[in-house]
């Protein structure tokens, strides 16, 4: 039965006094994926139309630019993402001369994942993109919510990451920091 005067997004969703509330909702753990996937939405599309890059991509990229060289299971580990995923932008990277792949020279069954410096340079073009985008919803918060925020967010991170046996949450757990390797 179709209801008068109200919107199919609003029709279909019920008064709020119908339904129960679940506690789930009122959880941070389901905020903050909810989060994520608000911000996958809204900054996704404009990073691919500004850089040519996924998410994914875009992700492997910022991590290669810190820990490279990498192998896909490092990538994995660090990204916490699966490995389908990590390969597809692997590969992609490579494709586009972002990235090349190596075999490793102290397990030659594992190939080692490099940034190059086409993929230096495109991460560095991209860096500015994702600082608007950082300030735009810091702009919603006091200077000392944004401290807060992030002091929140890397103590969760970590305990998580160990509770998992994952090592550290920022992404550093085995692997070469580029710069270091580069000497």
Known sequence: ????GKSKATAGAGR?????AS????????????????????SGA???VQSGLTLAEWRVLTNLYSFSPSTSRQLCLRLHADKAEVSRACAALI???????????????SALIVITRRGERRHDEIIPLRQTLQRELEAL???TEVAELHRILDKLMQYVAE???VGS???????TRRRAARG
């Open 95 to 109: 494709a586009r001369g972002y990235a090349s792949r190596r075999i490793d020279p102290q397990d030659r069954r």
């Open 163 to 165: 509770k998992i046996g």
């Open 169 to 175: 949450a920022d992404g550093a757990t085995s692997g």
């Open 16 to 20: 709020a006094g119908d339904r129960k």
């Open 23 to 42: 506690p789930a909702h009122r959880s941070f753990i389901y905020k903050i994926g909810i989060l994520r996937r608000l911000l996958d939405r809204y």
């Open 46 to 48: 404009q990073l691919t």
């Open 1 to 4: 039965m179709a209801t008068r």
């Open 141 to 143: 918060l006091t200077k």
